[in-house]
Nanobody, 119 residues
Framework: QVQLVESGGGLVQPGGSLRLSCAAS????????MGWYRQAPGKQRESVTT???????NYADSVKGRFTISGDNAKNIMYLQMNSMKPEDRAVYYC?????????????WGQGTQVTVSS
């Protein structure tokens, strides 16, 4: 089992920056990929960015060049640095981890953190 707790959401003006954190605990060593997802009102949850255990990252076209995913392995925390934010970035942001244990893959979600971009 992996537990995830997000923090750092809030209100930011267009063009501003925000950093989200995702603290992981539990079966940390089973995690093979982590990522950030978001769900805007009335829309489906979408992938924002992912990072593999080996450090390979992937970004949605809508956030490339503006968002950066990173991690602190010593603290078991994953970050999402969001710059040049736009109103369309408004959503609930979720942290996700995929664990691999005894040939079984399991997905774990955090509770989500609200991000609002508005002047």
């Amino acid at each position: 089992q992996v537990q995830l707790v997000e923090s750092g959401g809030g209100l930011v003006q267009p063009g501003g920056s925000l950093r989200l954190s995702c603290a992981a605990s539990g079966s940390i060593n089973s995690i093979v990929v982590m990522g950030w997802y978001r769900q805007a009102p009335g829309k489906q949850r979408e992938s924002v960015t992912t990072i593999t255990r080996g450090g390979t990252t992937n970004y949605a076209d809508s956030v490339k060049g503006r968002f950066t995913i990173s991690g602190d392995n010593a603290k078991n925390i994953m970050y999402l640095q969001m710059n040049s934010m736009k109103p369309e970035d408004r959503a609930v942001y979720y942290c996700k981890a995929v664990g691999l244990l005894e040939a079984t893959m399991s997905g774990y979600w955090g509770q989500g953190t609200q991000v609002t971009v508005s002047s």
